[in-house]
Nanobody, 120 residues
Framework: QVQLVESGGGLVQPGGSLVLSCTASGSIFRIVAMGWYRQAPGKQRELVAD???????TYADSVKGRFTISRVNAMNTVNLRMNSLEPEDTDVYYCKGRIYSSPTRWDDFWGPGTQVTVSS
C-alpha cells in the first residue's frame, strides 16, 4: 500500500505565501506523477499543478505565475510554493500521486487533504 502525507496548510493573509509539502511512502516501485488538487464545498476537485517523472509541469490558469511545483525525487516528495495568495485560493488542497506499486500495476493515491484559508 502507498500513503501520502501532506503538510503546510493554514491561515494566511491576502498577498501572503505558503508552502505545501507531500511525501509518498510504502510500496513504491515508480512514481509517474505527483500533484496538487483543490476542492471547495459543493464543487468538483480541480487540478492546481502537477509534475511528472521527467520534470514536466502543468498549472491551472488561475495559479500560473503565482504557484510553483517542485519534486524531490530521492525523497518522493512534491512541494507547492504558493505566492500572492488570494481569498479565492481558499480550499482544501489534496495531494495526488500516480504510482506503480509493482512493475505492472499503477493506481492514483490521494492524501487526506490540508486546509488553506486566505483571509484578513
Amino acid at each position: 500500500q502507498v500513503q501520502l502525507v501532506e503538510s503546510g496548510g493554514g491561515l494566511v493573509q491576502p498577498g501572503g505565501s505558503l508552502v505545501l509539502s507531500c511525501t509518498a511512502s510504502g510500496s513504491i516501485f515508480r512514481i509517474v506523477a505527483m500533484g496538487w488538487y483543490r476542492q471547495a464545498p459543493g464543487k468538483q476537485r480541480e487540478l492546481v499543478a502537477d509534475v511528472n517523472a521527467g520534470g514536466g509541469t502543468t498549472y491551472a490558469d488561475s495559479v500560473k505565475g503565482r504557484f510553483t511545483i517542485s519534486r524531490v525525487n530521492a525523497m518522493n516528495t512534491v512541494n507547492l510554493r504558493m505566492n500572492s495568495l488570494e481569498p479565492e485560493d481558499t480550499d482544501v488542497y489534496y495531494c495526488k500521486g500516480r504510482i506503480y506499486s509493482s512493475p505492472t500495476r499503477w493506481d492514483d493515491f490521494w492524501g487526506p487533504g490540508t486546509q488553506v484559508t486566505v483571509s484578513s
